[in-house]
């Protein structure tokens, strides 16, 4: 039997998407950061389906997730109007 490849395994746990909106690095950092946060909401609310989290347990990771990734729009500066 042959190993899976890392990156093959990496690219099917982790999905990424392209993304097609304006070009800016804090743009594109911040759209990393939105699908990594949807991938760990998605593998917390199986967890919690399945029983193995409580709805407290999961509930307190996703308002964790939650703050960081306002945290990191806060940081890049995105929705913030700037002046040329």
């Given at each position: 039997?042959?190993?899976?490849?890392?990156?093959d395994?990496?690219?099917?746990?982790?999905?990424?998407?392209?993304?097609?909106?304006?070009?800016?690095?804090?743009?594109?950092?911040?759209?990393a950061?939105?699908?990594?946060?949807?991938?760990?909401?998605?593998?917390?609310?199986?967890?919690?389906?399945?029983?193995?989290?409580?709805?407290?347990?999961?509930?307190?990771?996703?308002?964790?997730?939650?703050?960081?990734?306002k945290?990191?729009?806060?940081?890049?500066?995105?929705?913030?109007?700037?002046?040329?």
């Amino acid at each position: 039997m042959t190993q899976p490849n890392s990156q093959d395994k990496n690219s099917f746990l982790y999905p990424r998407s392209r993304y097609y909106g304006k070009f800016q690095p804090e743009n594109l950092v911040f759209n990393a950061n939105l699908q990594e946060f949807a991938q760990k909401i998605s593998y917390i609310t199986c967890l919690e389906t399945a029983g193995k989290l409580s709805q407290e347990e999961a509930y307190q990771q996703i308002r964790a997730l939650w703050k960081q990734l306002k945290h990191s729009k806060k940081e890049l500066g995105i929705g913030v109007n700037k002046e040329v």
